[in-house]
């Protein structure tokens, strides 16, 4: 069964989803640009059976508030606000694309919160020539359309403490690549990797969708890394 909540933030409410076991440790999830909690329904209950999962809409996003300033840090520091109204003091956090940005800055910010980090297809803190970005689609979209603009240069020039602090992440980390088919630099993931300590990479040729366009083995290689029964693995 899966229950919608909102948790009231500073600026604005943060909408998240709530399915899984009752009491069963707790998973975050966290979604790509443009997408939402919706978007990991595909892998659902398969990646986590044992936990009680949380895949929130960040903001901007879905049904969460779209309060105009948009940024990183300032997504991090929701999911952090989230942790502390549901008093949940340790997770497992999974993030795609943006939403593993996300992710391992919560992980370098507060690393005794994070007790496994799965970071998909995730874009690495290295500085990348910037593109036009599209004007905003005639039809509704679900998200906020300034997201766009302000996440992709932060994504174009990140702040340099990101790579540094890479070292800083204590979690056992699972990197899983799109492989070549995908838009971000496989080369510069591998490079983020090897910065995690506890840290290995895994390579779904599936393009950046990995979970979308491989959901089978993308539970493949997940799910054991999250099972609690199987905390010895790597």
């Given at each position: 069964?899966?229950?919608?909540?909102?948790?009231?933030?500073?600026?604005?409410?943060?909408?998240?989803?709530?399915?899984?076991?009752?009491?069963?440790?707790?998973?975050?999830?966290?979604?790509?640009?443009?997408?939402?909690?919706?978007?990991?329904?595909?892998?659902?209950?398969?990646?986590?059976?044992?936990?009680?999962?949380?895949?929130?809409?960040?903001?901007?996003?879905?049904?969460?508030?779209?309060?105009?300033?948009?940024?990183?840090?300032?997504?991090?520091?929701?999911?952090?606000?989230?942790?502390?109204?549901?008093?949940?003091?340790?997770?497992?956090?999974?993030?795609?694309?943006?939403?593993?940005?996300?992710?391992?800055?919560?992980?370098?910010?507060?690393?005794?919160?994070?007790?496994?980090?799965?970071?998909?297809d995730v874009p690495a803190p290295y500085p990348r020539p910037a593109t036009p970005v599209a004007d905003a689609p005639d039809g509704p979209?679900?998200?906020?359309?300034?997201?766009?603009?302000?996440?992709?240069?932060?994504?174009?020039?990140?702040?340099?403490?990101?790579?540094?602090?890479?070292?800083?992440?204590?979690?056992?980390?699972?990197?899983?690549?799109?492989?070549?088919?995908?838009?971000?630099?496989?080369?510069?993931?591998?490079?983020?990797?090897?910065?995690?300590?506890?840290?290995?990479?895994?390579?779904?040729?599936?393009?950046?969708?990995v979970h979308r366009a491989r959901p089978a083995e993308f539970v493949a290689a997940v799910a054991p890394f999250l099972n609690p029964a199987?905390?010895?693995?790597?």
């Amino acid at each position: 069964m899966t229950t919608h909540g909102i948790v009231e933030l500073p600026e604005f409410t943060l909408a998240y989803r709530e399915s899984g076991r009752p009491g069963g440790p707790p998973l975050v999830l966290l979604h790509a640009l443009g997408e939402g909690a919706d978007d990991w329904a595909g892998v659902l209950p398969r990646l986590a059976p044992d936990h009680r999962v949380y895949a929130l809409d960040l903001r901007g996003h879905g049904a969460s508030g779209r309060p105009g300033r948009y940024g990183l840090t300032g997504m991090r520091d929701d999911v952090l606000g989230f942790l502390d109204a549901l008093g949940l003091e340790r997770v497992d956090l999974v993030g795609h694309s943006m939403g593993g940005v996300v992710a391992y800055l919560v992980a370098q910010e507060q690393p005794g919160r994070v007790g496994r980090l799965v970071l998909e297809d995730v874009p690495a803190p290295y500085p990348r020539p910037a593109t036009p970005v599209a004007d905003a689609p005639d039809g509704p979209v679900g998200f906020d359309w300034a997201v766009v603009k302000a996440i992709k240069a932060q994504i174009d020039t990140p702040d340099r403490a990101w790579l540094e602090r890479l070292a800083e992440i204590t979690a056992p980390t699972l990197v899983v690549a799109g492989g070549p088919a995908s838009h971000v630099p496989q080369d510069r993931l591998a490079e983020l990797a090897g910065r995690i300590p506890d840290c290995r990479m895994v390579t779904v040729e599936a393009g950046h969708l990995v979970h979308r366009a491989r959901p089978a083995e993308f539970v493949a290689a997940v799910a054991p890394f999250l099972n609690p029964a199987g905390r010895g693995l790597r």
